[in-house]
């Protein structure tokens, strides 16, 4: 079983940087890809980056590519996400979230999720 909390969203604007982190419990952390999904107001939830076993291998939607970079430290237990140069657009509810699938898009292979974190960016 992983446990994941979600923190560092809040209200920014557009153009400035941003970085969330993912903590998670248990001793199996490195067992399990990581992945964030973003959910807007109205809106259906949706794939954003997801990071492999060892953090090698990384994966973006294309609306993040060149912007987002996901990692995750295993000896700390965290995921992160940096976002650079954010958008209105990018105002959404991001969600941490554990699969056993690494480079995933797809919600139904993630096991374990996060209750979330409010990222705001503001013209």
């Known amino acids: 079983q992983v446990q994941l909390v979600e923190s560092g969203g809040g209200l920014v604007q557009a153009g400035d940087s941003l970085r969330l982190s993912c903590a998670a419990s248990?001793?199996?952390?490195?067992?399990?890809?990581m992945g964030w999904f973003r959910q807007a107001p109205g809106k259906e939830r949706e794939f954003v980056a997801a990071?492999?076993?060892?953090?090698?291998?990384?994966y973006y939607a294309d609306s993040v590519k060149g912007r987002f970079t996901i990692s995750r430290d295993n000896a700390e237990n965290t995921a992160y996400l940096q976002m650079n140069s954010l958008e209105p657009e990018d105002t959404a509810v991001y969600y941490c979230?554990?699969?056993?699938?690494?480079?995933?898009?797809?919600?139904?292979?993630?096991?374990?999720w996060g209750p979330g974190t409010q990222v705001t960016v503001q013209v």
């Open positions: 990071v492999s076993w060892g953090g090698v291998r990384t």
């Open positions: 979230a554990a699969s056993r699938v690494p480079g995933s898009p797809r919600e139904y292979e993630y096991d374990y």
């Open positions: 248990g001793r199996s952390f490195s067992m399990y890809a």
